[in-house]
């Protein structure tokens, strides 16, 4: 699925309305365009008119210094409405009206051109265009950018039919081996809630909500969910070491902190983002589902954001590959409605991104568009990671093939990969993945600062062909920044997160342009 990734920072040395933004991947070589731009007072305005009429939580500022003007961001016929109203013409034209000035925003120019021509490369293969929206600037991840819309009547972003859409982040730690599930396995996690609900029979509910199928259809995979109530962090450790979930879902109590925030198991056990993930990636959990206020809210001090504070992007920093959390407070009817939704879809075999769109697309339908519950829910994907959650039976395994044919009696080539430096290494490749990066977790370890900790891998194919065994060798770039290339015809290219099949004798780099050059070579047995 061809992808554009979009990034947002604040210029700091030009002042502090500056911001620059880029195309971080684009699925053609010309997509990589920049723009810098000023933060418009009208944004501040609208966005405080939102908080004041939406937010469950205090003010949060965009700039240090805030502006002091005062005049109306709206279109002089709007009429703001009796005080605590929070439905009706007004708020569906707030919503609106925000959502239209950030799209006016973002999209301009080369910026615009890239997400046009990346939606129409998306058509031309007849799928879906994965949209993901990196923002470095803290002040700005409370902001709902899910409801970015270019036109009245135009859809949401999130909504989009022809888009899917996530934030990510790229100062991010390698995801760890993800092994391939066909069922859903949930570890349920309900820690103190300020609410006084019966913990046991909310237990209940979301047990029933997760594993209810529609009808008697073989479609959905299966669900088996685990649940425990009010653990003690030790007792949460142990059940996550079993290593037999891939989705983590929590319910209860949460607040913002520096550290991620933090999640009540018990009222006075407290677990902490940072502390969450390192079991979390450890154990190979693939999706964490946070249905606890603020999971996606920034912490802040005098109404300023903390940089890297929200639990999302703590988890999806330290490698988690998915994390689905609330931007503010949410009804439990709502959440029930979006979790029943959002499992039924991950169930019937659709990547997580598209599963959030299919169930915001369902709280709008409930709850309406002047609503803020479809806005709510704020999807991560570690930017290496394709959401896809788990496989269908008739698709056949996705990680390696086997490269064990039985009966096959003519012996093999051997691959390496040598260093066509003096005294360079010859590094023998593996019949299945071998993994290429800076850190010595790797197969193929290159200590240079250009080069990610994960930065490539190079795996093969077996086909079997008239009784000829056939192995296809394949170069796949994961760096942060598409820094793999090849030798071509027209010279150095980049690979740009893709596949491309390798040839003995061609020559590939990793990192810098200027770097090492390796040659891949294939000899007979």
């Keep these: 699925m061809p992808s554009l990734n979009l990034a947002i920072?604040?210029?700091?040395?030009?002042?502090?309305?500056?911001?620059?933004?880029?195309?971080?991947?684009?699925?053609?070589?010309?997509?990589?365009?920049?723009?810098?731009?000023?933060?418009?007072?009208?944004?501040?305005?609208?966005?405080?008119?939102?908080?004041?009429?939406?937010?469950?939580?205090?003010?949060?500022?965009?700039?240090?210094?805030?502006?002091?003007?005062?005049?109306?961001?709206?279109?002089?016929?709007?009429?703001?409405?009796?005080?605590?109203?929070?439905?009706?013409?007004?708020?569906?034209?707030?919503?609106?009206?925000?959502?239209?000035n950030l799209w006016?925003?973002?999209?301009?120019?080369?910026?615009?051109?890239?997400?046009?021509?990346?939606?129409?490369?998306?058509?031309?293969?007849?799928?879906?265009?994965?949209?993901?929206?990196?923002?470095?600037?803290?002040?700005?991840i409370a902001f709902p950018w899910e409801i970015m819309q270019r036109e009245p009547g135009q859809s949401?972003?999130?909504?989009?039919?022809?888009?899917?859409?996530?934030?990510?982040?790229?100062?991010?730690?390698?995801?760890?081996?993800?092994?391939?599930?066909?069922?859903?396995?949930?570890?349920?996690?309900?820690?103190?809630d300020n609410k006084k609900l019966q913990l046991e029979q909310e237990a209940a509910i979301l047990q029933q909500i997760l594993v209810d199928t529609p009808g008697n259809s073989q479609?959905?995979?299966?669900?088996?969910?685990?649940?425990?109530?009010?653990?003690?962090?030790?007792?949460?450790?142990?059940?996550?070491?079993?290593?037999?979930?891939?989705?983590?879902?929590?319910a209860g109590h949460g607040l913002p902190d520096p550290d991620g925030g933090l999640l009540f198991l018990r009222q006075d056990m407290p677990l902490n983002g940072i502390e969450l993930a390192q079991v979390l990636t450890r154990t190979g959990v693939k999706l964490a589902v946070f249905n606890a206020c603020w999971g996606a809210q920034p912490a802040a001090i005098n109404h300023q954001a903390i940089p890297a504070s929200s639990l999302a992007e703590v988890l999806i920093r330290h490698g988690v590959p998915a994390v689905l959390g609330m931007r503010d407070e949410i009804a439990d009817h709502e959440s029930h409605s979006f979790i029943q939704a959002f499992t039924e879809a991950l169930r019937s075999h659709k990547p997580i991104d598209e599963a959030v769109a299919q169930a915001r697309q369902e709280l709008?339908?409930?709850?309406?568009?002047?609503?803020?519950?479809?806005?709510?829910?704020?999807?991560?994907?570690?930017?290496?990671?394709?959401?896809?959650?788990?496989?269908?039976?008739?698709?056949?395994?996705?990680?390696?093939?086997?490269?064990?044919i039985p009966d096959i009696g003519s012996p093999l080539p051997t691959a390496s990969l040598r260093s066509l430096t003096p005294k360079g290494k010859t590094w023998l490749l593996r019949n299945g993945v071998t993994r290429i990066g800076r850190t010595k977790d790797n197969d193929i370890v290159i200590p240079e600062p250009s080069v990610s900790k994960r930065h490539a891998e190079i795996f093969c194919r077996n086909t079997l062909t008239d009784a000829t065994l056939v192995r296809t060798y394949y170069l796949q770039d994961f760096s942060t920044y598409g820094t793999t290339w090849f030798l071509g015809p027209n010279g150095w290219q980049q690979i740009l997160r893709e596949e491309v099949p390798l040839k003995s004798?061609?020559?590939?780099?990793?990192?810098?342009?200027?770097?090492?050059t390796w040659e891949f070579v294939i000899q007979d047995s």
């Excluded at 973002?106 to 058509?123: H, K, T, Y």
């Excluded at 004798?505 to 090492?516: C, D, I, L, N, T």
Aim: aromatic share 12%; with cysteine; charged share 20%.
């Design 104 to 140: 006016r925003w973002v999209f301009d120019g080369q910026i615009l051109g890239s997400l046009e021509r990346s939606r129409g490369i998306a058509m031309g293969q007849h799928t879906r265009l994965r949209f993901r929206l990196e923002i470095r600037d803290p002040d700005l």
């Design 9 to 100: 920072a604040r210029l700091l040395n030009t002042g502090t309305d500056n911001f620059a933004i880029w195309v971080v991947k684009a699925p053609y070589p010309s997509g990589y365009v920049l723009r810098d731009c000023v933060w418009p007072v009208e944004l501040t305005q609208v966005w405080q008119e939102w908080q004041q009429m939406f937010a469950g939580h205090d003010r949060l500022d965009i700039s240090p210094n805030p502006t002091s003007q005062k005049a109306n961001p709206f279109p002089i016929d709007w009429i703001s409405p009796p005080s605590g109203q929070t439905t009706g013409p007004y708020s569906s034209r707030l919503m609106q009206y925000l959502g239209m």
């Design 364 to 404: 709008l339908t409930l709850y309406k568009f002047n609503q803020p519950a479809w806005t709510l829910p704020v999807l991560y994907l570690h930017p290496d990671f394709n959401g896809e959650l788990i496989k269908n039976l008739d698709e056949g395994i996705t990680e390696l093939p086997d490269t064990a």
């Design 219 to 250: 479609r959905y995979a299966p669900c088996v969910v685990n649940q425990l109530i009010q653990p003690t962090p030790q007792q949460l450790i142990d059940q996550l070491e079993t290593k037999a979930y891939n989705v983590f879902f929590y």
């Design 505 to 516: 004798g061609m020559q590939v780099k990793f990192g810098s342009a200027r770097g090492e």
């Design 156 to 192: 949401a972003m999130s909504l989009s039919q022809d888009l899917l859409f996530s934030r990510t982040s790229s100062e991010v730690d390698a995801l760890p081996y993800l092994r391939t599930d066909q069922a859903l396995s949930i570890l349920l996690v309900l820690g103190h």
